[in-house]
């Protein structure tokens, strides 16, 4: 036994880098929706980059501590994360001790943050992942979310030395006002191209969740008579409702969709997609295939810790 | 040997591509053809994934900058011949009876036929597997007959139960694994057609042709029983 929840927070669930490669029989991909921030936990902890953690969103939990464990908190900006009603801080080894309570409680600003542990979280395999995926209720704990008194147990899990060099600035780099995209298959069928994209504003919708974020504000003119047969679809694929209004497929995106696919946000920037909060306003900027590859590097630089998935 | 076809590759992004193949003078339908050919990908390639609908094969592959290069090599290293057509026709039992979840009194209402009517029309055709995918497992079956043809529900349901079958447009459709769904649900049945465990024993896929029997309550316990 190594810890109990005494507050599970708004929808907490275990991830790792979850299930890619199984998307041709209808499995989403799951896993961490900001596998950077996930990443950066792990790497702090000097853990294997997909061990998997715990995965809080806008309000985190309150656990006991059972057993003594290590612990790192990376991702959304917490208004305060305590042990004990000791205030402590993310991106920093947390050692916790049994007997200690850990709370972590609502984020400033982004909406998700990661909790990584020196050992592996037991949870539920399938295809090679743990990640919960909800909607099918596999992976996890029970395929669910942390529910009140939960017990999760902990395994031995093998350390690796942490390279791990923080840049010293806070908050992290997950700025969201700007989602860099590339030209989906059928950019087309909008009717004013790319003229005029840049200045559509765009609000997250309550509705969004680890599938999809929906959104709100402003619409676009697209020429679609609904009756496009199923296409492929990614995390991060942008399709547009024949209302004109964006939906930007998230984690747990299902593999076809019967819209029109616009537009694709470029891989340096999707796991800013997890941190779309509700009410968060932002604009696409439109960047070719190679500004898209140079985005990525330039990440990987900036983390050298981040593998590909 | 290998068969010519030929091939359309449009590059979508730094890691997506998409594969379209002219079907014009070939007797295998696109369906059946872009499954097999995203399977032969999977086999030679490292470091992608592939979906396949009934119009492209799509790869992504998990490195960056992809090797199209290489991608359009086992593309052309696939062999259209190597695809086995069968005949045999897949019985698929179904129960219409109210289970807790069906739409068919709407649908009914909607299209302003009996319930008996609409069962013998969904189980008088042979459909085919047209894609797999959506949710884990989801079978895309058509075409529909345009009688019972009926739009998605403007709500969708968060969960629906394993073995329901719905219909939607030109399509009916197996929830093999449950999950959220549009589409409404006129039927069950009592065996699942997906082992998570195995991905390579899927029993319905694309090509593959099929039909619905009716059975009663009873019946569809004994079955479930059986498992």
């Known amino acids: ?309 | 040997m290998k068969s010519d076809f030929n091939k359309k590759v449009s590059v979508i992004s730094e890691d997506i591509l998409e594969i379209k193949i002219d079907l014009e003078n070939s007797t295998i339908k696109g369906s059946e053809l872009y499954w097999h050919l995203a399977e032969h990908l999977l086999s030679n390639q490292n470091d992608i994934e592939v979906i396949a609908s009934e119009e492209m094969v799509s790869v992504r592959s998990k490195t960056i900058p992809m090797d199209a290069n290489g991608i359009e090599s086992s593309i052309s290293s696939f062999d259209l011949s190597s695809i086995i057509q069968v005949d045999e026709v897949l019985e698929i039992p179904i129960c219409y009876e109210q289970i807790s979840i069906s739409d068919i009194k709407e649908v009914s209402k909607q299209l302003k036929l009996t319930v008996n009517e609409i069962i013998s029309i969904h189980s008088s055709a042979v459909y085919e597997v047209k894609a797999i995918g959506f949710t884990p497992g989801f079978s895309y079956l058509g075409d529909l007959d345009e009688r019972i043809s009926v739009p998605r529900l403007i709500k969708p349901r968060t969960d629906t139960p394993v073995g329901a079958v719905g219909i939607a447009n030109n399509r009916t459709g197996i929830y093999c694994l449950g999950g959220p769904g549009g589409w409404p649900i006129i039927g069950i049945t009592p065996i699942n057609y997906f082992n998570l465990n195995d991905s390579h024993s899927l029993k319905l896929k694309p090509g593959i042709k099929i039909n619905f029997k009716e059975i009663g309550k009873d019946e569809f316990r004994s079955i479930q029983d059986e498992k």
């Open chain 1, 1 to 309: 036994m190594a810890i109990q929840f005494l507050k599970t927070g708004l929808q907490t669930t275990v991830q790792d880098l979850g299930r890619a490669g199984s998307r041709h029989i209808g499995i989403p991909q799951s896993g961490c929706f900001d596998y950077v921030s996930s990443m950066k936990a792990n790497e702090i902890l000097g853990k294997e980059i997909n061990s998997p953690v715990l995965e809080c969103t806008m309000t985190g939990p309150q656990f006991k501590v059972l057993k003594d464990i290590q612990a790192c908190v990376s991702g959304a900006r917490i208004n305060q994360i305590t042990i004990d009603g000791v205030k402590v801080e993310q991106n920093k080894v947390l050692s916790l001790k049994a007997g200690n309570i850990f709370t972590a409680d609502v984020v400033q600003e982004n909406l998700r943050f990661y909790i990584a542990f020196s050992k592996n979280i037991q949870a539920t395999q399938f295809l090679d992942s743990v990640s919960t995926y909800l909607p099918g209720r596999l992976g996890g704990i029970n395929g669910s979310k942390i529910e009140n008194d939960q017990i999760i147990d902990f395994e031995e899990a093998r350390q690796k030395n942490s390279s791990y060099q923080s840049s010293g600035k806070y908050p992290d780099d997950l700025l969201t006002s700007i989602i860099r995209v590339v030209k989906g298959p059928e950019f087309q069928l909008l009717n004013n191209g790319s003229s005029s994209l840049e200045s559509h504003n765009f609000s997250v919708s309550n509705e969004s969740n680890r599938m999809g974020i929906r959104t709100g504000g402003d619409r676009f003119s697209i020429d679609d008579q609904g009756l496009m047969k199923s296409k492929p679809i990614y995390p991060g694929t942008i399709q547009c409702s024949n209302g004109g209004q964006p939906i930007i497929m998230g984690a747990d995106a299902q593999t076809l969709g019967g819209y029109p696919r616009i537009l694709q946000v470029i891989k340096a920037d999707r796991h800013l997609l997890g941190q779309l909060r509700p009410n968060d306003n932002f604009v696409f900027k439109l960047v070719s295939i190679p500004e898209a590859i140079d985005a990525w590097r330039t990440l990987k630089k900036a983390n050298p810790f981040i593998c590909e998935l």
